[in-house]
């Protein structure tokens, strides 16, 4: 039993509208799913990915304006940036351009851990960089939805890795390693910090946890343009069950199986505090809408359904540009 790789980040936002503007226009992705949170029905759940929103493309937000006052504040016990997948050294160049084109600030390409990246934010201050995957399809890359205004040859392929940052190395690698079959790639410095790259599954891009230790570090705060977890992919639910026995039997509380309907779920926070998910690969996100017309409307799972009226009537519209 391994673990497929990255399912997908789930962040903050506090400017719904703002956040499909920039995910959609300026990086490209599809929205592929609006639907609101389940835990909570006044906030929109938002979910960008590949055309399909393929497992290992998603990048998904809660809309939290509440939080708008609240910035995140960076520290140890969280995802402190995610990596996303593009293909080749002219698509970094075609992304210097295009980000300096929608005025978003960044630091040209940098070279790391043997590969080609550009460090950036979007306008709530969510780090991210653009990795070349050097075309690996270990893990499967995802396609770029046709629609979307960045051409395919350049367009994001999906997650490429994950960065945590921790007082202490040692707990969370023993979660990764040990509990959850991570391998231990590769070691650098960088700076007064210490990095060290685990994959999982097929390996390589799609595969990676970057675990940066920083014993200085204050603790994380989340906050608007925080992340607020870190998903794997398991392929079925008997799998999923099994991860769930796995995780248990190492003595972290782990949550019950939780149907998200597109997916799903079970949670529970490694020791350096960042919150982990394990997420079934499907059914995915056209399994109530056509495929042609993902996210275009307000999705609701089906025992939301009936409260649809109150639902939207407490929502923002999210404004169409
Ligand atoms: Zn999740």
């Known amino acids: 039993m391994q673990l497929g790789g990255l399912h997908h980040v789930t962040a903050v936002t506090t400017e719904a509208s703002e956040n ?87 630091g040209g390409v940098e070279e790391r851990g043997g590969r080609g990246l550009i460090a950036f934010t979007d306008p709530e201050g969510q780090r991210l960089r653009l990795v070349d995957d050097g075309g690996d399809n270990k893990v499967a890359g995802g396609i770029p939805w046709e629609g979307s205004p960045v051409p395919r040859v350049a367009g994001i392929r999906g997650l490429g890795a994950v960065e945590l940052m921790v007082r202490d190395l040692a707990p969370t690698a023993w979660v990764l390693s040990e509990v959850l079959g991570f391998r231990k790639v590769d070691e650098y410095e960088r700076g007064d910090e210490r990095a060290v790259v685990f994959e999982v599954g097929p390996g390589g891009p799609g595969s990676e946890v970057l675990v940066v230790e920083r ?34 039997s190492f003595g972290l509380g782990v949550t019950p199986q939780i149907d998200r309907f597109y997916f799903r779920s079970i949670y529970f926070r490694e020791p350096g505090g960042v919150l982990f998910e394990i997420a079934t690969d499907g059914p995915g996100f056209a399994t109530d809408e056509d495929a042609n017309h993902l996210g275009e409307r307000l999705s609701l799972p089906p025992f939301l359904e009936p409260r649809r009226e109150a639902i939207e009537a407490g929502l923002e519209p999210i404004a169409a540009r």
Do not use: C, M
């Open 20 to 106: 499909v503007a920039f995910y959609t226009e300026v990086l490209g992705l599809r929205l592929v799913k609006k639907t609101v949170n389940q835990d909570d029905v006044s906030a929109y759940h938002l979910f960008y990915g590949d055309e399909l929103g393929r497992p290992g493309t998603e990048v998904t937000f809660f809309d939290w304006p509440h939080l708008r006052i609240a910035p995140n504040h960076a520290g140890a016990g969280e995802v402190s940036a995610t990596e996303l997948r593009v293909t080749g050294r002219e698509a970094l160049d075609f992304w210097t351009e295009r980000l300096a084109e929608f005025g978003v600030e960044h």
């Open 215 to 248: 014993p200085e570090a204050p603790v994380a705060r989340l906050g608007r343009g925080g992340v607020h977890h870190v998903a794997f992919r398991t392929p079925d639910d008997e799998e999923h069950a099994a991860w769930r026995e796995r995780v248990r």
